[in-house]
């Protein structure tokens, strides 16, 4: 059914210099995978997608066993800009048409509700990570884009959002930068610190009950009988029901999951904690950013005053020191002082993009789930994939987000280089205008 390969081959010496690595709460103490387990569930993947479906499950009660090959969070979710952010790269009218009137509103009820979600499951828990419900801006970075973001405003608007337009002194004053065009503001946005994030999420489906193997690396999947069995180097862990929550981290385990996606590499830098005067002129409306490129700068400041800032960086898990010095530069033209600070921390992670630009939740064998695809907006995304999944599978009925199957991408095994000249065609484009 499935071939081996280790899924931690993308760690890279940069995670030991993440900001969030250095600034997060404890993780809980979890062990390696040995010998023989069952449960009613096993989740593959210690991410927001796998956690937050775990937590469902064992909090209604079931045995759930979730495997990790590295720490928890040792994926996009232990390393993302912590931006938490409702809705899809699609916008509410496009969902519509894709999915008619009643499923598309729905649709847009329920990704429009990601962020607020992930707040309350934060409040619940008690979870210790820095979360702010503080907004997010979308800047436009040129006339045309600015076209887009108002007509995307006014979808969210037509629907009750809590969203703004903004141009501009008032843009301006609220991000501490007159280098963008247009932009709008999402009040239901936030932000969190991404690695204590995951962590409390574990740490609260194992106070319900779910078991957690880290160091465990999942290298063959087989069905036997009426059971799914994950087995690692020194233990294999069997249920009915399994949940394949390894979105960009697949590796090899089960080969839909990675010809259904490209991956790509977005990479971030942070300052130390900036000294109170300076800290007051960078985004002082408390908001959180990302802008229009399309390769994105995504910035803010987190909990303690550094600047953090990320950007699409390569379609490799190698990233140059040219790569950090762009996104340095990126940061002192919109605030010309942070180039005289020193930038401690860098990092960087893969990100799943799908050919429609839409998350893919599939069910790849009879009681299998794979969730994965969030295009970069799983900070929210997931966290409510995963709650939807636990959901449907606790109460046996189909999962309120679309379930289609998994495609391959055309190409897929060309996907580097044409990537590569992607991403040199989308520079030339984001320069000139
Ligand atoms: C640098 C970066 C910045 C981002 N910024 C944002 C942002 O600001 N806002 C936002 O909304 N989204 C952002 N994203 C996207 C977001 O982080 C992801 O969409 C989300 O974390 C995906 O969660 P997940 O649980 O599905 O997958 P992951 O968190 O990637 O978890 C998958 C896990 O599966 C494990 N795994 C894989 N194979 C195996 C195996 N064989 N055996 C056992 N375990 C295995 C991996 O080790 C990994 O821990 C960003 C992503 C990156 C990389």
Redo the contacts with the bound molecule.
């Keep these: 059914m499935v071939s081996a390969?280790?899924?931690?081959n993308a760690s890279g010496s940069d995670q030991r210099r993440s900001l969030w690595h250095a600034t997060a709460a404890t993780a809980p103490t979890t062990a390696t995978l040995e010998g023989r387990a069952e449960a009613d569930l096993v989740v593959?993947?210690?991410?927001?997608?796998?956690?937050s479906c775990a937590l469902t499950l064992a909090e209604a009660g079931r045995e759930v066993i979730v495997?990790?090959?590295?720490?928890?969070?040792?994926?996009?979710?232990?390393?993302?800009?912590?931006?938490?952010?409702p809705g899809l790269k699609h916008d509410p009218d496009d969902l519509v048409a894709r999915f008619g009137r009643d499923r598309g509103e729905a649709l847009v009820g329920l990704v429009g509700g990601a962020a607020d979600r992930v707040f309350a499951l934060i409040a619940k828990y008690r979870i210790d990570c820095a979360a702010r419900q503080c907004g997010w801006i979308q800047p436009a970075h040129s006339a045309a884009a600015a076209q887009t973001i108002f007509a995307r405003a006014r979808q969210w608007s037509a629907r009750r959002a809590p969203v703004e337009l903004l141009a501009g002194d008032r843009l301006a004053l609220l991000l501490g930068t007159d280098v963008y065009v247009a932009g709008w503001l999402d009040r239901r946005a936030g932000a969190l610190q991404?690695l204590s994030y995951?962590r409390g999420l574990a740490r609260a489906a194992m106070t319900h009950g779910a078991r957690i193997h880290t160091g465990?690396?999942?290298?063959r999947i087989v069905r036997e009988k009426e059971e799914w069995v994950?087995a690692?180097a020194h233990g294999e862990a069997r249920a009915r029901q399994l949940v394949l929550?390894?979105?960009?981290?697949?590796?090899a385990?089960w080969s839909e999951l990675v010809t259904n996606q490209v991956l790509v590499?977005?990479?971030?830098t942070a300052t130390g904690p900036l000294p109170e005067a300076l800290r007051r002129t960078i985004l002082p409306g408390g908001t959180?950013v990302?802008d229009t490129r399309k390769l994105l700068y995504?910035f803010r400041l987190d909990a303690e005053g550094r600047f953090v800032i990320?950007g699409r960086g390569s379609v490799t898990d190698t990233v140059s020191d040219s790569v950090y010095a762009a996104l340095r530069r990126a940061a002192a033209r919109m605030f010309p002082p942070l180039a005289r600070v020193p930038w401690p921390y860098r990092?960087?992670?893969?990100?799943?993009l799908t050919r429609d630009w839409l998350p893919h939740l599939a069910e790849v064998g009879t009681g299998a789930w794979a969730?994965?695809g969030?295009?970069?907006?799983?900070?929210?995304?997931?966290t409510t994939?995963?709650l939807l999944l636990g959901e449907a599978l606790r109460d046996r009925r189909e999962p309120a987000y679309p379930v289609a199957a998994l495609k391959a991408i055309p190409l897929h095994s060309l996907r580097v280089p044409l990537l590569q000249a992607g991403i040199a065609y989308y520079r030339v484009l984001d320069a000139i205008s």
């Design positions: 390969t280790s899924a931690v593959v993947g210690a991410g927001y997608t796998g956690l495997l990790e090959a590295g720490e928890i969070g040792h994926g996009a979710s232990g390393r993302n800009g912590g931006q938490v952010i991404p995951v465990s690396a999942i290298t994950a690692s929550a390894t979105d960009a981290y697949s590796g385990l590499t977005s990479v971030q959180v990302s995504y990320g990092w960087y992670g893969r990100v799943g969730a994965l969030y295009c970069g907006r799983g900070v929210a995304m997931a994939m995963g």
